[in-house]
């Protein structure tokens, strides 16, 4: 049996923006945006300082930092690997990407129908 496909990666910009972070704020965490304030955002945020719900899916990490979604969040992106980029631009008015002209941005692709029945687990909660 072959590795589980990861539901969340990274880029290569977007690993390079996180190490930045992670050097100036120590460890994070990601949280995939509902849509409210910030858009669609994956928010970044020093752990410790979001609480994880308890019904919040773990999808995974990137750069070695968890990355969660609310479960109804879940629900649309369950059958999609989230692709998680750098891009030029403003970051999310409370996540540690704004200020560093670039921000975190999700792209998705729908899993194959083999990768659909060899997908990671998540957990829920924290």
């Given at each position: 049996m072959s590795d589980p496909v990861p539901r969340v990666v990274a880029t290569p910009q977007a690993e390079g923006l996180i190490a930045e972070i992670v050097a100036r704020h120590g460890p994070i965490l990601f949280h995939q945006s509902g849509g409210c304030c910030d858009g669609s955002s994956p928010m970044c945020y020093p752990q410790g300082d979001f609480i994880i719900g308890d019904r919040d899916v773990k999808m995974g990490e990137i750069g070695g930092y968890p990355f969660y979604m609310s479960p109804s969040q879940f629900e649309y992106w369950q059958h999609t690997q989230l692709i998680?980029?750098?891009?030029?631009?403003?970051?999310?008015?409370?996540?540690?990407?704004?200020g560093t002209e670039r921000r975190f941005l999700t792209r998705s692709r729908v899993f194959t129908d083999d990768e659909h029945e060899n997908r990671a687990a998540v957990s829920i909660g924290a």
């Open positions: 998680i980029d750098a891009i030029p631009g403003r970051g999310g008015m409370f996540s540690l990407d704004n």
